[in-house]
Structures are given as C-alpha cells and as structure tokens.
C-alpha cells in the first residue's frame, strides 16, 4: 500500500479530531476505550499519532471518529466548517 503524504502529515483529520477531543474534555485513552467498544482497535497511542498526523486514518474509521461526534465526515475532513 501506498502512503502518500499532506505535506508533513499523513491524515488530514489530526487537527479536528484533537479540537473535537479537548472542547468535550476527553482524554486520549478515553476515547480510545470509546472507540473499541464500537469494534475499532484503537488505543491511547493510535489516537495520538492520529493527531500528530503521523498515522494513516483508513476510511471507515474516519467515518467512526465522525459518527463517535455526531459530526459529519466533511468536517473532520476539513471541507466544511459545519458540524
């Protein structure tokens, strides 16, 4: 498979999902623990280096993380400034 990078990250969703993150008080950990209990294998270090950008975001669970924050996937993408 083939990485390609958005300048020096590898997602495009790192700085939504930490904005998402920190304005509703969850911890990394929690939502990781949140996320698995929906079936995704995320842990406190996946969603670090999500928002570090320095891990890929495959498609479903872009659409996890948006439907975890009742938000659509052109926010956390960064189309849209609407939630």
């Known amino acids: 498979m083939k990485i390609y990078w958005n300048g020096h990250s590898k997602n495009i969703i790192g700085n939504r999902l930490k904005e998402l993150r920190t304005a509703q008080g969850i911890s990394q950990k929690t939502l990781a623990a949140r ?49």
């Open 35 to 83: 996320l698995q209990t929906e079936g995704f294998e995320f842990t406190e270090l996946t969603i670090l280096r999500i928002e570090q950008g320095k891990r890929f975001v495959p498609d479903y669970e872009i659409v996890a993380i948006a439907n975890y924050f009742h938000i659509s996937t052109d926010y956390l993408l960064g189309a849209t400034d609407i939630k």
